[in-house]
């Protein structure tokens, strides 16, 4: 695959790849999602997110196994490698976190930072792949991937600073280990049988290389706005990310 990309590098460093996939694959692989409703998946459903995904290998049918063998190859890796300049990637071969992610009406992801260091490997997360793959998606239903700026004096989303919409075979690569906060806060008003489809992919490096910042095991999130002074939210996100958040 030869990629024509666009690099970006505010409010982090991030890349915009467009028709990502050869059309067929990307069709292939669209109509290969099981059911929204199938028992399969595993269900994200609270206050700071809504949404399903599947990241075992011997549940995904023929082309998306395919397509992750690819990802993980080292010939897919030379390449992220060099759209990214960065020199030393690792596929993480056990999908953690990654796979099929699928949200319907009301899905949401708060804004977040994620972990930055594999809990199995050991390893530093260094960037994220996420080809889209919502079909006739209506950009008014929302699903917009958000990157916000960071506020350095409380560790927390300072703003809003760019929306990416989730167009279809649309391929987006960004570095998370900027303070690289992102999600999907604002909760889909897609019609029912509507779903926002993506597959990601995650690769690592050494700890202390390519810039390397706090170490964590798992995300940091955000309230809305409108949670800030939730103290179950908050409480939610202190358990689950392990902080503080004060």
């Known amino acids: 695959m030869n990629f024509d990309f666009k690099k970006y590098n505010f409010p982090f460093d991030h890349y915009i790849i467009e028709n990502f996939l050869p059309e067929d694959i990307a ?4 109509n290969e999602f099981i059911d929204y409703e199938n028992d399969n ?7 700071i997110e809504n949404k399903k995904a ?10 998306t196994y395919k397509i992750f063998q690819y990802f993980c190859s080292p010939q897919f890796v030379d ?3 060099g759209i990214s300049g960065i020199d030393t990637l690792y596929p993480d071969y056990g999908l953690h976190g990654g ?5 319907g009406t009301g899905g949401n992801l708060n804004v977040h930072k994620d972990y930055s260091v594999h809990p199995k490997l050991g390893l530093q997360r ?33 703003r809003l600073e760019k929306s990416i919409d989730c167009m279809y075979n649309r391929a987006v690569l960004f570095d998370t280990t900027q303070n690289s906060w992102h999600g999907l806060p604002t909760p889909l008003t897609c019609p029912k049988g ?10 690592m490096t050494d700890l202390g290389c390519n810039g390397v910042g706090e170490k964590r095991d798992r995300a940091l999130f955000a ?14 996100i202190q358990k689950r990310s392990r902080v503080n958040y004060a």
């Open 99 to 103: 796979g099929w992610h699928m949200h």
């Open 223 to 236: 309230p809305r706005k409108d949670q800030e002074n939730d103290v179950d939210v908050i409480d939610l």
């Open 194 to 203: 509507q779903y926002r489809k993506s597959i990601a992919m995650y690769y």
């Open 41 to 47: 998946w595993f269900v994200y459903k609270n206050q």
């Open 79 to 81: 390449v992220i490698k």
């Open 27 to 30: 069709h292939s692989i669209t």
């Open 54 to 63: 599947l990241q075992t290998w011997g549940k995904f049918s023929k082309e």
């Open 126 to 158: 260094k960037l994220n792949l996420i080809v889209y793959l919502c079909k006739d998606w209506n950009p008014e239903w929302g699903g917009a991937l958000e990157f916000w700026s960071h506020n350095e004096e409380t560790n927390k989303p300072l």
